[in-house]
């Protein structure tokens, strides 16, 4: 018996259920095939039209991930945003929480909602500039900024301030109180130093420029009313910080929004995932491993108005802190519209893994049979010619004649061709549950060698996801309360007033005790 034959004796086959565990733990779907865990570390992009299957293929991308890591036993989290309500939630809570992961929702409507705990993350001037400046938006075309650009520093300043008397003890309905109030914003921007100076914008002999201001505050703080309203009744063990939310392993965290207010609600998303991502940026590696999905991702900066700059960052730089992100656009376009046509080419360029449905836009098309590259070579063309003749002579002695000729012709012709071309991408058909759903997928690396400079080759190919693939690999939520049936009473909308014994705990004196007396910026200077 030669050595090859006894190495074979001694190879144990693994089962089948061995293999599955494998898979399970090594591979997550992509484009409906099972690639290596590995290729997570490069971001990905999903884009197409609706009814075209994008959001099955996210799912079933999202739950294989994080079944691998469960089962994998690698520490995790997972932050997950979408804009359509009774989606991810329902799902992503009745398919882990039985398995010990605990799933959050931060949607503030809802009932079970948590909240972000604003005074443990707003201690210093650049945190609180991130609220500021979503909450009142800086604009490229106002006529005139001035207004703006004085309530953003009122705004930054009342915080500040509050910070500093009260650290860890004020909230975001406190905050919504003294902007309200011209006597109690003076107050709290009077009683410390740095910021006594910005109450002078709130004095009286201001005139017209005055109650300007004061009415371009009130309208500002209009949207952040709602949101501190419906997060101010959260108990205290459901609020959390920006370095929780970041760094905590075993959670999902599901960002939800409502169709209805999502101008208010957005912003919201948007500030705090820009102070988490922030986090994220400096953290290095702790160990824990950061899945990022962001479904309808324009959605989340076009609700507020204005890009979301930290994922751009997050980007180029979150590889290092292990965050993995995955984006879901309906075109291209609609990032362009946000982010401008070069931002959004580099955001979008790098998301190396790739996959694409139906897109009946012509930018869309064009956009994505571009980026799938082309493939070029050298093929060898082949032509025939064949000749035949032939001739009868009659008479006593008859004959016949006959010739023929065969000319080939072989060239060496290099070749540059789309891959996908766009109306490839274009004649995809939309998804549906009977039929399937259709599109391309690609990944940045793959064994194949180019035969030429022998670099590796990106991997591209057609896939179907049939009824019989998404009913095993995509999950449905089970029995689960709708949303609209989760959401708060009608009185949570509301802002409650200064309580009488608030006040005092915020050393603050009530408006109206001293009536008729103006606000005068000599109240407050030393001495």
Same mark, same amino acid.
Not at 135 to 145: C, G, I, M, Q, R
Not at 453 to 470: A, Q, S
């Given at each position: 018996?030669?050595?090859?034959? *006894? =190495?074979?004796? $001694?190879? /144990?086959?693994? &089962?089948? !259920?061995?293999?599955?565990?494998? @898979? ?127 309530? *953003? =520093?009122?705004? $930054?300043? /009342?915080?500040? &301030?509050? !910070?500093?008397?009260?650290?860890? @003890? ?144 997050? @980007? ?212």
């Amino acid at each position: 018996m030669n050595v090859l034959s *006894r =190495l074979r004796q $001694r190879v /144990v086959r693994p &089962s089948a !259920a061995d293999f599955d565990a494998w @898979l399970a733990k090594s591979t997550y779907l992509f484009g409906g095939l099972p690639i290596p865990l590995q290729m997570a570390e490069s971001d990905v992009v999903i884009s197409g039209g609706k009814q075209t299957g994008k959001s099955t293929g996210m799912k079933a991308q999202m739950c294989s991930q994080i079944d691998a890591k469960i089962a994998s036993n690698q520490p995790f989290n997972m932050h997950a945003y979408t804009s359509k309500v009774d989606d991810f939630y329902p799902l992503l809570k009745g398919l882990y929480e039985p398995l010990g992961v605990k799933v959050i929702a931060t949607n503030p409507m809802m009932q079970e909602s948590w909240a972000w705990d604003g005074a443990g993350t707003l201690t210093d001037p650049v945190r609180i500039d991130e609220l500021v400046n979503v909450v009142v938006k800086k604009e490229a075309h106002d006529a005139s900024p001035y207004f703006k650009n004085a309530a *953003r =520093l009122i705004f $930054r300043a /009342v915080i500040q &301030s509050l !910070a500093a008397t009260h650290p860890g @003890l004020w909230t975001m309905r406190h905050v919504v109180n003294c902007l309200k109030s011209v006597e109690l914003t003076a107050q709290v921007l009077g009683r410390y130093a740095p910021t006594r100076h910005v109450a002078s914008l709130l004095a009286e002999d201001q005139g017209v420029a005055g109650a300007n201001l004061r009415t371009t505050i009130l309208l500002e703080v209009a949207a952040l009313e709602l949101v501190a309203s419906l997060i101010d009744g959260t108990p205290d063990d459901r609020r959390f910080s920006v370095e929780e939310a970041a760094n905590t392993a075993g959670v999902i965290w599901v960002w939800g929004s409502d169709p209805r207010f999502n101008t208010l609600i957005e912003p919201w998303n948007a500030v705090q995932l820009e102070l988490i991502g922030h986090e994220w940026l400096v953290r290095g590696d702790v160990g824990v491993e950061t899945l990022l999905y962001l479904d309808e991702f324009p959605q989340l900066s076009a609700g507020g108005g204005q890009k979301l700059s930290i994922i751009t960052k997050i @980007l180029e730089f979150g590889r290092s802190s292990r965050v993995r992100t995955t984006l879901a656009v309906q075109t291209p376009a609609q990032v362009v519209a946000v982010y401008g046509e070069r931002e959004a080419d580099t955001l979008l360029g790098q998301c190396h893994c790739m996959q694409i449905y139906k897109h009946s836009d012509e930018f869309g098309r064009k956009y994505w049979a571009d980026r799938l590259g082309r493939e070029r070579g050298f093929e060898k063309k082949r032509s025939y010619s064949r000749q035949t003749g032939g001739g009868y002579t009659g008479g006593s002695s008859p004959t016949w004649t006959s010739s023929w000729s065969e000319t080939e012709n072989v060239n060496i012709e290099r070749f540059d061709l789309e891959r996908v071309t766009p109306s490839d991408i274009g004649d995809l058909p939309v998804g549906n549950w009977r039929q399937g759903m259709y599109g391309y997928a690609s990944i940045p690396l793959s064994r194949r060698l180019d035969p030429v400079t022998g670099v590796p080759k990106p991997l591209t190919w057609r896939f179907h996801l049939d009824p019989e693939w998404i009913a095993r690999y995509v999950p449905k939520p089970g029995e689960f309360r709708p949303y609209a049936r989760s959401l708060k009473p009608s009185a949570a909308f509301t802002l409650p007033p200064l309580h009488d014994w608030e006040y005092g705990f915020l050393e603050l004196t009530r408006p109206g005790l001293d009536a008729g007396r103006r606000v005068d910026i000599r109240d407050f200077e030393d001495g």
